[in-house]
């Protein structure tokens, strides 16, 4: 299987803010000529990046065989990452079904490339954020991820 590039995507034009400083907003991955869970997928990005974040130092900093998952709030879709190698990551993309999984599609990413991806989009959503002088713990976690994960 060849190694491809993951692109995260985020349209910082698309964030709502709701009580409590929630966040929504579009979010999806783009992989060659496929989005997932769909080109202009909605949901709250911040908590789920903060989740990934967290998912990919595990996978990083974990041996070969170990599993993460990169979960999005809506929906029954996630990403199921397992580190096959020190710089690679199989990626399935995955929508629960009621007794079973359907996998869209798998691929091998670099784990650095998808490392500096998320490490990048995140650092210009915490831009639009204080642009905007929104605070929470949401945000706040957020930042502390990408302040581990980026050193």
């Not at 590039?5 to 009580?19: M, P, R």
């Not at 959503?125 to 605070?135: A, H, I, S, W």
Request: proline share 1%; charged share 30%.
């Amino acid at each position: 299987m060849d190694v491809v590039e993951i692109e995260l995507n985020i349209c910082l034009d698309s964030l709502s803010i709701y009580s409590h400083n929630v966040i929504t907003g579009k979010i999806y991955f783009s992989i060659e000529d496929r989005f997932f869970p769909e080109k202009g997928w909605e949901d709250f990005v911040v908590v789920i990046l903060a989740w990934w974040l967290k998912a990919l130092l595990n996978l990083k900093n974990s041996r070969n065989g170990i599993t993460q998952v990169f979960e999005f709030m809506d929906g029954p879709l996630f990403v199921r990452g397992t580190k096959i190698s020190e710089d690679i990551v199989e990626m399935q993309f995955i929508k629960e079904k009621a007794d079973f999984e359907h996998i869209y599609f798998t691929c091998q990413c670099s784990i650095n490339q998808l490392k500096n991806t998320l490490i990048t989009t995140t650092k210009y959503l915490l831009k639009e954020l204080e642009r905007r002088n929104l605070e929470s713990d949401d945000i706040e976690e957020l930042e502390r991820m990408w302040k581990i994960l980026n050193n």
